[in-house]
């Protein structure tokens, strides 16, 4: 029986050989140090699941309509937004998906025709590819290695467009290197597309994850007429220990957003009730739990950032926001490897460490950079510890 070519074209993750070889090793009782984990290891805060286990109680289990989000969140989410963003959306302007990740492929969806050009910088959070030729585009890469801080720059943006070019995703802190664009960055990269009929993507689904004290903002709060092409992206998961909730949103121009609210209204219908109220709570509820959680974040990538870098052949930029490591470990492939070794690289030397040292990594390549691997220090202190000595012993040796 067929199965259509658009389902055919997805790529197999090139993560999903090291991870599944991992849980093997543990599933064999072997003490595998897993730094793979794109979710913080903290469990939700009380005060969230308090307002969850209300929602069951009072009864909120039924359809929300629109399908597009509970009024109450999208107000929320709008508050939020103003709040710590600056960013002015009314609750019309918000959609509420199930997931960030839901968010973006509706807007990928609802965004590019067949033919149509998305530039995307790499390295890249692994769904944007997937999710713009679903929508029947071509991604043009902007290659951002770490000789240029993962960065890219204006320059780059303005050579990448072309006639085509409906659409430029941003992510900011990134996933998979961390960095955060500081705001003069923001600004001239706005002023390459600003007035443009392209649209901006900004993920800033880790925007409350910054640290060293990053002068940096909202895309469409750098400069003044951004708002009518950009639609901004965050959720939940992130931020208040949520992955399993499944709740992000979209904010954008009323005409986009009611567009991707027609798709949702005809695909998934509403995210699940119970997790809207829950996120109600998170958006507008006490900071503390927050706080605490990236304080802890920060004191881990201090140490293991220092102690990647002091590795034989590790360079690792500095990451100053989410909860990732993206250390380019190219000059060591020839020595783990052996000559002659296959491209990905980054996935060869991602199994040998796994093999060998017992240290779960994701291949960089995964990310649109083969000179790379991600490390996750959204793990125990304890934990950290150990798979960056085991690391290093493996380096060394
Ligand atoms: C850059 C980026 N955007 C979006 C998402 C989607 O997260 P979720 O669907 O859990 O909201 C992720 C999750 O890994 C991410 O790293």
Redesign the pocket.
Same mark, same amino acid.
């Given at each position: 029986m067929q199965i259509s070519k658009r389902i055919l074209g997805i790529r197999p993750s090139m993560t999903l050989a090291v991870s599944a070889k991992a849980k093997a090793m543990k599933a064999a009782g072997i003490d595998v140090v897993g730094f793979g984990a794109?979710?913080p290891d903290f469990k939700t805060p009380a005060h969230i699941c308090d307002a969850a286990v209300g929602a069951i109680r009072d009864g909120h289990h039924g359809y929300i309509v629109p399908s597009s989000g509970l009024a109450d969140l999208k107000s929320a989410v709008a508050a939020y937004l103003k709040r710590t963003c600056g960013l002015s959306y009314e609750p019309a302007q918000v959609l509420i998906g199930? *997931? *960030?990740?839901?968010?973006?492929y509706e807007a990928f969806l609802a965004a590019l025709e067949p033919g149509d050009e998305a530039v995307l910088p790499a390295p890249y959070?692994v /769904?944007y590819p997937e999710m713009i030729r679903l929508a029947g585009a071509r991604e043009v890469i902007i290659e951002a290695g770490a000789g240029q801080g993962f960065k890219i720059t204006p320059r780059q943006l303005a050579a990448a467009i072309t006639p085509k070019t409906r659409l430029f995703v941003l =992510?900011s802190p /990134? =996933?998979p290197t961390g960095v955060v664009y500081t705001r003069a960055e923001l600004k001239a990269l706005a002023d390459v597309v600003a007035g443009t009929d392209i649209w901006v993507f900004s993920?800033e689904?880790?925007g409350e994850l910054v640290y060293d004290g990053v002068d940096t903002c909202a895309f469409a709060a750098v400069r003044d007429g951004l708002y009518g092409q950009t639609v901004t992206?965050g *959720?939940?998961?992130?931020t208040w220990a949520m992955?399993g909730w499944?709740? *992000?949103w979209a904010a954008g121009p009323g005409d986009f957003i009611q567009a991707m609210g027609n798709l949702q209204d005809q695909s998934t219908s509403n995210p699940t009730s119970i997790s809207q109220y829950a996120a109600v709570a998170a958006v507008s509820g006490p900071t503390e739990p927050l706080a605490k959680m990236k304080a802890e974040f920060d004191r881990r990538r201090i140490y293991m950032v220092d102690r990647l870098n002091k590795m034989p052949g590790v360079r690792c930029v500095r990451p100053q926001g989410?909860f990732y490591a993206f250390p380019d470990v190219s000059a060591t492939y020839e020595r783990v490897l052996g000559k002659g070794a296959r491209p990905p690289l980054s996935a060869a030397w991602s199994a040998a460490v796994l093999e060998k040292a017992q240290v779960a990594v994701v291949p960089g390549g995964a990310f649109g950079d083969d000179n790379c691997v991600r490390l996750s220090f959204a793990t125990s202190m304890t934990q950290i510890e150990k798979g960056l000595d085991r690391l290093e012993k493996f380096l060394k040796g």
């Open positions: 794109g979710e199930c *997931g *960030g990740k839901h968010a973006l959070w /769904s =992510n /990134s =996933n993920d689904i880790y992206f *959720g939940a998961s992130k992955t499944r709740i *992000g989410a």
